[in-house]
């Protein structure tokens, strides 16, 4: 009975690994990534998409290694087309930084010369009657 339970366990945990090298989950969960990325960009977010790329490489170059050219070639294609989704998400991003700091610094000019124009006025003499 105990032999047949670590027989079952081990036939489980590599039905959980084939599952998990398979390129079309990873193709799946990158989709799902650069879709909340887009809404959500942030360093972790960014880490891990490109962590799964990688991950998607591999396992195309495991299909190459095995003669299955045709079944790589779809997943590369893929993988090309997710990269230049990731590269606009991740470009919109840079744009949105930017902006931010661009505003960042107006608000601080803003201020100075806000603060310039209240060091003038406290410098004005009194008018004489």
């Known amino acids: 009975m ?3 339970f670590h027989l079952i ?3 489980a945990a ?3 690994l084939i599952g998990c090298d398979r390129p079309e989950a990873t193709v799946g969960k990158l989709r799902t990534e650069i879709a909340e990325y ?3 960009p942030t360093d972790v977010a960014q880490a891990t998409i ?3 790329f990688a991950r998607l ?4 170059a495991k299909l190459e290694a095995r003669g299955k050219s045709s079944e790589a070639s779809t997943y590369r294609s893929t993988a090309d087309n997710l990269q230049a989704d990731y590269r606009a998400a991740r470009m919109m991003r840079s744009l949105k930084d930017a902006q931010s700091a661009i505003q960042g610094v107006g608000e601080a000019v803003k201020e100075a010369g ?3 124009g209240d060091v003038f006025k406290s410098d ?4 004489q009657p």
Request: proline share 8%; with cysteine; hydrophobic share 35%.
């Open 2 to 4: 105990n032999r047949l």
């Open 50 to 52: 490109e962590a799964d």
């Open 114 to 116: 806000k603060s310039i």
């Open 124 to 127: 004005d003499p009194e008018p």
């Open 9 to 11: 366990v081990a036939l």
């Open 57 to 60: 490489d591999e396992q195309i």
């Open 14 to 16: 590599c039905f959980v």
């Open 38 to 40: 887009k809404t959500n």
